[in-house]
């Protein structure tokens, strides 16, 4: 149930923000029933990452790719969302047979807990409202993007200003303004004059032309995008390197006259799950890890990479057999 809170959410919101919540609910419940969190902590991070790989604003290299290719919210929906859902289930099994030690202990633990008590404190319930209201408001907006052709920022805005408006008077705006993620916003800006630079230096024509001397076999291609994505996201944060490969993905595209749309996908689904891999492949990973550390659950990388490698690998190639059944048909 957690795991699929997590995803489902992760698709809606962004995955860093879901986790954030969802973290401390996970270890208080923990607590609660006298288990170790560590595996629960790892579920819901990978279906975090999983989830998040469904819609375009559900992880932040989903985001990239539909900014600068103009795809919309549905574009993400109709091709990246089925896929992601039988990962996840494939997800289930795989984490069910790694855990199954963890599983019996959990049983044995649990059968011995005569009486749980909850509590919780109170909720200002007209803010939860106004909060739930700017949120549906955003994501039938999100929907309606490609029906009324406005870029994906506008909803965000839409959403949040109609908040600002609900909550003007109980609000101090300059204090909101303090907290938003202005480093990561400059680091975005950032990335994309360097990638810039990158390219104008002609290592983007490189990269390009080496994985087009290896082949210019479309299946192989596409297989060569999602795997290299996958193997280089797990130990390198998937935000830049998505950036990097964006320009790469249309010069191969333009070099051998594909459609890039379907490599654009094979980037997404590449960069997403590979996050999965180890502790560094995603800014949620290092979230849910520092978040465990705080409350005294140390998650290793070691540990991570013991559960991610085998979630990556069952995942992305789950995934490369749907790229090509369903891709690799249009350019035969």
């Known amino acids: 149930m957690l795991s699929g809170i997590t995803a ?153 200003s109609i908040l600002m408006i609900l909550t003007g008077k109980s609000i101090d705006i300059e204090r909101v303004l303090r907290d938003v993620d202005w480093s990561t916003l400059v680091f975005f800006m950032a990335m994309f004059i360097v990638v810039r630079g990158v390219e104008k230096l002609g290592f983007v024509e490189l990269v390009a032309n080496s994985i087009c001397y290896i082949s210019s076999n479309f299946s192989i291609i596409m297989l060569l995008i999602i795997w290299t994505s996958a193997v280089l996201s797990a130990f390198i944060d998937n935000i830049p390197f998505v950036m990097t490969m964006i320009p790469v993905v249309f010069n191969i595209s333009s070099t051998l006259h594909l459609d890039p749309i379907p490599l654009l996908w094979a980037l997404s689904l590449g960069a997403c799950l590979g996050g999965n891999g180890t502790l560094v492949g995603a800014s949620a990973n290092i979230v849910v890890a520092g978040i465990a550390d705080k409350y005294g659950y140390h998650i290793s990388f070691k540990m991570f990479m013991k559960y991610g490698i085998p979630v990556m690998v069952a995942t992305v190639t789950l995934s490369s057999v749907y790229l090509i059944i369903r891709y690799s048909m249009l350019h035969i």
Do not use: C, H
């Open 8 to 160: 489902i959410v992760s698709a809606v919101i962004d995955n860093v923000t879901t986790v954030l919540l969802i973290t401390p609910l996970v270890i208080e419940i923990s607590r609660e029933l006298q288990i170790n969190p560590r595996p629960l902590l790892l579920m819901i991070v990978f279906a975090s990452n999983i989830g998040g790989t469904a819609t375009l604003i559900g992880d932040p290299p989903n985001i990239l790719i539909g900014s600068i290719a103009k795809l919309g919210f549905m574009d993400f929906i109709y091709n990246l969302t089925p896929i992601v859902i039988v990962d996840f289930i494939l997800f289930l099994i795989v984490m069910k047979i790694m855990i199954r030690s963890w599983l019996l202990k959990y049983n044995e633990t649990v059968a011995k807990i005569k009486e749980i008590k909850y509590s919780y404190g109170p909720i200002d319930q007209k803010l939860l409202k106004r909060v739930l209201f700017s949120l549906i408001v955003v994501i039938i907006l999100f929907f309606l993007e490609d029906l009324l052709g406005y870029p994906p920022a506008i909803p965000a805005l839409i959403g949040i």
